[in-house]
């Protein structure tokens, strides 16, 4: 007698993977905190509201001394992109050297990469997809590292340590999420052409849609760092002000919108179809639309004359 599988335990494309249960339990837990901060607004604990709030929204309000411990720079975020240029940047020269000359992924690599789901991966397919996600991934941190070093102008705030720990485990991860997907066997040797040959429309629609959030994205930030610094460049203050221009016009968050749009895009260029990738996105989604949500109201409540057509997160909706 056939036993009945769970379509998400099989082999097929809805295959649950360790790495993806890992993803699903992230985004459930940034829904559950969303849900929880929306139904239950004045429900919190202090070591609650550490892990979830950080920068402007952690607020200047009273706090156990204790807490005080756990809190690290904001500005150290640089060293999220530092970690990932470097070890995305690794994983993507492995990717270059298994796909055009054949050389196996370290043993160590394929071990790792055994372990977290990619072992069952059949079929060649996803080749070229993954290796266009994983450059533009590397892209990301190599902008956001640009950012954070020359461009955007921190003040004193902080983030809990977990947060820093999770934001270096999170760059780590990513990158493997995205090898996963390709067969570590070595076998599948392309030469330019050949890899090329796999190209479709949604690898150029996902391009475009990735070079159009991150250009959005890039703007906000400037804009961000513009109302600390005068018409010369020189940083004066490290003051909260409300911002105007680019998708500031739509919503508080434009940035962390920026950012799902690009995982999105990185979903489009997997062809749409890959479920691992979409609980990354679902992760992104909960995620940021949290902290959407908290810098909405941090610019409602702090300031009288605020937008009132501004949405939170996603344009005209939400
Ligand atoms: N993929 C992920 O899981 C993930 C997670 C977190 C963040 N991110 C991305 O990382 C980027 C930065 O995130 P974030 O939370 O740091 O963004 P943010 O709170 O908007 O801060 C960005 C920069 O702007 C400054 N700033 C913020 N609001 C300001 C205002 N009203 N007036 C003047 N300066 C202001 C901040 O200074 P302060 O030092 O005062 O805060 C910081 O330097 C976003 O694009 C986000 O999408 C991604």
Request: charged share 10%; aromatic share 16%.
């Amino acid at each position: 007698m056939a036993l009945a599988v769970a379509p998400w335990a099989g082999a097929g494309p809805l295959r649950l993977t360790p790495l993806g249960a890992l993803w699903l339990i992230l985004a459930s837990a940034f829904l559950l905190a969303l849900l929880l901060h929306t139904a239950a607004p004045g429900l919190s604990h202090p070591v609650l509201h550490d892990l979830i709030r950080y920068g402007k929204t952690r607020g200047a309000g009273r706090r156990p001394a204790f807490l005080e411990v756990f809190d690290v720079p904001k500005r150290w975020f640089c060293h999220f992109y530092i970690i990932s240029v470097v070890w995305n940047g690794f994983l993507l020269l492995c990717l270059i050297q298994a796909l055009f000359l054949g050389t196996p992924f370290p043993v160590w690599l394929q071990e790792l990469l055994r372990k977290i789901g990619a072992s069952q991966v059949q079929g060649n397919e996803l080749a070229l997809s993954a290796f266009l996600v994983l450059v533009f991934m590397w892209l990301h941190s190599i902008r956001r590292l640009i950012e954070c070093l020359f461009i955007s102008v921190f003040s004193k705030s902080v983030i809990h340590l977990l947060h820093y720990c999770f934001g270096i485990c999170y760059y780590i991860i990513i990158g493997l999420t995205v090898l996963s997907q390709v067969p570590i066997d070595g076998k599948n040797v392309y030469v330019g052409k050949s890899l090329l040959m796999q190209a479709r429309w949604f690898h150029i629609l996902g391009m475009l849609m990735y070079i159009w959030s991150s250009i959005h994205q890039h703007r906000c930030h400037v804009i961000l760092a513009n109302m600390r610094k005068d018409d010369s460049g020189k940083v004066i203050h490290s003051n909260y002000r409300v911002p105007f221009g680019d998708w500031f016009e739509y919503v508080s968050g434009p940035n962390y919108f920026a950012e799902l749009m690009i995982y999105v895009s990185l979903a489009v260029t997997f062809g749409f179809y890959n479920f691992t990738w979409w609980l990354v996105v679902s992760y992104v989604l909960f995620s940021q639309a949290l902290s959407a949500v908290l810098s909405h109201k941090f610019y409602l409540s702090k300031f009288d004359s605020y937008p009132k057509h501004r949405k939170a997160y996603v344009p005209f909706l939400f």
